[in-house]
Nanobody, 125 residues
Framework: VQLQASGGGLVQAGGSLRLSCTASGRTFSYYGMGWFRQAPGKEREFVAAISRSSNTYYTDSVKGLFTISRDNAKNMVYLYMNSLKPEDTAVYYC????????????????????WGQGTLVTVSS
């Protein structure tokens, strides 16, 4: 599967952005999906994940602020980010793992097989 992330940009603190990830190549509904981010000088970290039937998981720092969703008919996964803070500044990556009939959605980057190219989110103070 090929992944293309988009929607990043410059936003003021307190603002919102919606990131999108388009998947192509194989049956999207087979995949658990995740969003990760990597800030300058830091390691990549888990942000959110969504299972095939839209069970969702979040890292603690974004719970209640970010929402992950998917549209299997459109082969899309989204990350709605609200109340953004300067510390949310990072390159955001979407990732996919073939889980077939499982409802598994991982928070571990090494479990994902496919990655998009990343989209930069910059939050100014």
């Amino acid at each position: 599967v090929q992944l293309q992330a988009s929607g990043g940009g410059l936003v003021q603190a307190g603002g919102s952005l919606r990131l999108s990830c388009t998947a192509s190549g194989r049956t999207f509904s087979y995949y658990g999906m995740g969003w990760f981010r990597q800030a300058p000088g830091k390691e990549r970290e888990f942000v959110a994940a969504i299972s095939r039937s839209s069970n969702t998981y979040y890292t603690d720092s974004v719970k209640g602020l970010f929402t992950i969703s998917r549209d299997n008919a459109k082969n899309m996964v989204y990350l709605y980010m609200n109340s953004l803070k300067p510390e949310d500044t990072a390159v955001y990556y979407c990732a996919a793992r073939d889980v077939r009939n499982s409802e598994y959605a991982s928070r571990w980057d090494w479990e994902y097989e496919y990655w998009g190219q990343g989209t930069l989110v910059t939050v100014s103070s």
